[in-house]
Structures are given as structure tokens and as C-alpha cells.
């Protein structure tokens, strides 16, 4: 009979003997390969991950002890092991988040997929039940080895290793991946602790009197840590940790559920913080993940599991990889020009860059901080960095921009992807906030091509600008075709006009421009005429398109970016100070956080679309547009 579906809680998990875990662990992987591969999601991270959760819900009593993840995308045998099973809809509209979500489960706190946060959490949580006498909770955070290339995990580990006696138990799921290679100092840190033959020499005697001498607290661990530490020393580099005052534990094969449970139970008895470094395997048991060189199935699309053929193959190109190839094309003539990724080169396009150019490109980990301030000090080393990343994710460097950047005015160049509605990786993946954020700082230009020649062009003229920041972003996907303009006003792209003399403006702000042009014919058909114009540059705001709406009787404004504070916002105070008295609607993503569900869903409900734009516009034109041979003083 299957164990995994007798388990619906980690009570039923403890219950089994040792004998069964291999067996459980077995149909786990069987499982997420099915299921993952039929909806897409983080496939190797989790296949990465099954003896070590089996572990941690067998020692720790959830949701008494929080188990906090990292991240979240590695949390699916969590919530297989909490009670829900059903990933027929995972990161599908009304399924299962694919990560950590408190509506679904009392077993889940962070929702938040921006890595190097669990530690924070982890410590403020600490603080909190020693503050309030909850010693019968204890918190645990795993994080990552890439998210441990954060700067807010050191942070949070700076003030962790002060208290000493505030238990709290670190696991380290080392498997010397992020998406790629982990990088930097930190990653042979890692890599030595792991393969330094003394220490693994020592390890096996340190671990058989450990087994012998049950840890009964601080004293007995601090003797025998004391002299491992002392043989480590003797062996290994300085232990990083050690030197910051936490106890280390490892490294552990994180696929031996015995070993990872003895090591978890010895952390959780200790009076401190504790890390518990395990080893484990990005894409274990599914061949074509552990033998993946380029992320181990990080993050699949469906797929076949046989073939690993995708299930819907994408027809046309990408923004990602138009972006990439005009890179590298600009690469050649421009020497100066470097490229900058946080961990995600491949994702953000920036592979064909790092072939042609490896000396010219810089992985700086999971680290969009220092991302940014490199770019600072590359480009006052004379250099043009042009940093690639997601959307969401340029969030956390704001102050570099504003601060380190801008208030220098420095050309730097950040391309945001998965700019807009992301869908399936729920609220904090969506880029919703650059258009926003980014207007308040002085001197960016910040551009949204509409296809993929735009992008080419912008890229250019963005790379051009060597005395401030610039900003190209663009939505996760396939490119749609190209949208040429009739003429060019200023720096204004007008796309369409449905009659001699328009009344509605609609301002299509890049990836919006399709659905801006089905909506002018919607709306002819309704009898109301429009022009419709892509700005290009959204910031500044170009004067020639706030004459262009002064021509005009009604301007609707449409973005796929959050309305506080977006283009649109942007426009109608540009229109303001100009004294242009002409009634303004702003479309754009509702600012609240969105459930997951698919691009195409989020963007048929908030009413971005071709339908979505015309029925919008037209109720503001049949509120604000006078109806003709009407009686003026009545509105119409
Ligand atoms: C701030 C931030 N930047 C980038 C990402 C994209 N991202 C998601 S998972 C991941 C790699 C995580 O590596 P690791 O922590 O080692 O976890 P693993 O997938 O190896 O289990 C990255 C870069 C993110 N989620 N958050
Ligand atoms: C967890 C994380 O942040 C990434 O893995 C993200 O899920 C990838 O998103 P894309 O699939 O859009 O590249
Ligand atoms: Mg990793």
C-alpha cells in the first residue's frame, strides 16, 4: 500500500518506522515528477529536498515549531507532508500556490518568494518566544546556498550569532546551486567545509563519538564542539560560521534521513544558534534534472517526463532573447559596454553575453543590493553596466538606484524581465512597482518598448546615455508582432487614429499597445474615435504628448504597472503644470497584492485587455465627453 497518502500531517509521519522513510522518500520523488511535470513549477529544487523535509517534520512539531523556507519555491514536499496532496492546479488559478501560502496552511508564514529574507523572520521570531516565554517553540529557517549569497541572510546572521543562548536552528540546504553554480567566496567556503579530506576524516570519528554521547546541552556540545572545532581548525579553514559565534553542524548527507534527523534533534536540544549544513542534490532521482548543467530543473515548464519535451512549445521569440542577442551585438561595438546578473543568467538572457564576453560579465550571486552598487563603481571606473534583472527584484536596490546611481549620475543601464503581470508565481513575483518607484528618481529615463524592434531601439538609446541611469522593461513571455507607427511626434510613436479628428487619446504603455489598438476599433464601432500613441520613454514625460492631449477631448492612460504613482499618475501631473484641462482615466494593475493564476487570467480580470481598455474607456467617454448637439451645461 502507498505511505504518501496515509500521511496528512506530520503527526502520520512520525508515526512510521525508519524502515518506511526510504520508501515514503521514494514515492515523494515518483510524485513530484508526475505531478511537477504536468504543471510546471520548481522541479529540481524540490526533488533536492525530500529526506531533508521528511527530517525536519519528523524532529520538529509544526506548527508549535515554524519551519520557515527560504524563498518558498522548494517548499512542495512541506505541503505534501501538511496535508495537501491535490497539485493538480499547482500555480494555477484557485490551486496551490507553488509557494508557502498561511491561507492554505497553518504549517506556512512566508509568502514571500524574494530569497534571503528566512533568517529575518527567523530571528525576529526567536526574539519573540524568548520575549514572551514561549520556550516550547522552536524556530527553524532552511535556506539555500544561493539565497545564503544575500546580503540580508548576513544581516540577519550578524545579529543571530549575538545571542547565544536564544535557540534557533539554521539549516543550510547546500547544494552548491542556484540556478547555476553558486558563486563567490561563500560557495568555496561551503565547498571546503565539504570536501577538505581531514575534516571529512574527522567528521567520521567526530560523528561515531557524537552517536555515542548523546548531546545533553551546551557543556557536553561546547567540549566535543570545542575539540571538533579544534581539529577542524587544525584541518580546515576557519569555519565562517564558527567565527561568528554560531554552532556548526555538518556537513550532513542531506539525502540520509537518519543522519539529518540525528543532527536535527542535536541543534534542536542546544541552547543557541545552530547550523546545520546538509548536502543534498538539486534534481535528485529524476536523470534528466541531475544531469541539467544549466539549472538542474530549476524552474520547468509542462513537459513531457519522458522526453522533457514541453508540453506547449513557444512559437515565436522572447523579450528575454531578443534582448539578449541585441546585447551581444552591442557588445561588439561597444567595449565598454559590461553585464551584470544576480544569479540568473540564463533566465534574464544573458548566457549568449557571458560566451561571447565572460570576461566582460559578473554573476554577483543572489545580491541585487551589490548588484547595483557594482554598476556604480564599474561605470565610474568608465565602463556602461547594463544590469539584467527581474522586475520585482530591482525592489530591494532601490537605494542603489536612487542613491548610488542616480544621485551620481551614472549611465548605467537595467533591463527589468518579468516586468508587469507574471501570474503564476503569485503576488511578489508580479513587476508591478518599476514604473512606479522609478519615477521618483531625478534624471532616470525609463523606456517600455512596445516589440521587439523597440526593444532593439531603446536598448541603444538607453545604452547611449553615459551621464544617467536608464530603465528598459518589458513583461515575462513570447514577443507579439511587430507594431509599427504612422508617425513620430516628438519622441511620441503614434500607432493608429480611427477618424479625421480623434476625441480620445489612448497612451499605450509598451507591452499595452496591442490591446490599446483592439480597443480604438471597439470603440469606433461604439462611435467614438481615438488616436492611439506609445510614449517609448515614459520618464520624463515627453511634452509632445502632453500637447498631443491637448488636442484631444478624454486621455486614457493604460500600463501594466500598479496605478499608484505609474505612468499614468505621471502624465496627468505632467498635464497639470502644463495647464492641459483635459479629463484623464489611468488603466493599469489594481495596487493590491494579486493570487496566482495565469498572465492572460490576471490581465482579462483587471481589465487590461482589448475588451477590457474599450469598456473602460467608453463608460468615462459617455460620462466626460459631451455628447454632440447635446446641451452643454449638462454633462453628458
Ligand atoms: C531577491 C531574489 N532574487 C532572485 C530570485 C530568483 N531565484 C529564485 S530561486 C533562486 C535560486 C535559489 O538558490 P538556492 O537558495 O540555493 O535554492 P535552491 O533552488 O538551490 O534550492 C533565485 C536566484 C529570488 N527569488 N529572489
Ligand atoms: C523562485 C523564483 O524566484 C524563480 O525561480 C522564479 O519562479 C522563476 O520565474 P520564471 O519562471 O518566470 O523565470
Ligand atoms: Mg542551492
Redesign the pocket.
Known sequence: MSLLPTIQGPADLRSLAPADLPLLAEEIRDFLIDAVTRTGGHL??NL??VELTIALHRVFDSPTDRILW??G??AYVHKLLTGRQDFSRLRAKDGLSGYPSRAESVHDLIEN????TALGYADGLAKAHQLLGRTDRRTVAV??????T?GLAWEALNNIAEARRRPLVIVV?D?E???AR?VGGLAHHLATLRTTQGYERFLALGKGALQRTPLVGQPIFDALHGAKKGFKDAFTPQGLFEDLGLKYLGPIDGHDIGAVEQALRQARNFGGPVIVHCLTV?GRGYRPAEQDEADRF?AVNAMDPYTCLPVSPSAGASWTSVFGSELVALGAERPDLVAIT???LQPVGLAKFAQEYPERTFDVG?A?QHAVASAAGLATGGLHPVVAV?AT?LN?AFDQVLMDVALHRLGVTFVLDRAGVTGNDGASHNGMWDMSMLQLVPGLRLAAPRDADQLRAQLREAVAVADAPTVLRFPKGELGPAVPALERIGGVDVLQRTGPAPEILLVAVGSMAPACLDAAALLLAEGFTATVADPRWVKPVDPALVRLAAAHRLVVTVEDNGRVGGVGAAIAQAMRDADVDVPLRDLGIPQEFLAHASRGEILEEIGLTGTGVAAQTAVFAKQLLPIPGADPTHAG
Open positions: 529540481g529544487p533536492g529536498v527560504d524563498t519555491h522548494q518568494s524574494h530569497a534571503s535556506i539555500g546556498d544561493g539565497a545564503l544575500g540546504n547544494n546551486r542556484s540556478y553558486t538539486k530549476h544576480a544569479a540568473m543572489i541585487e527581474y527584484f530591494r
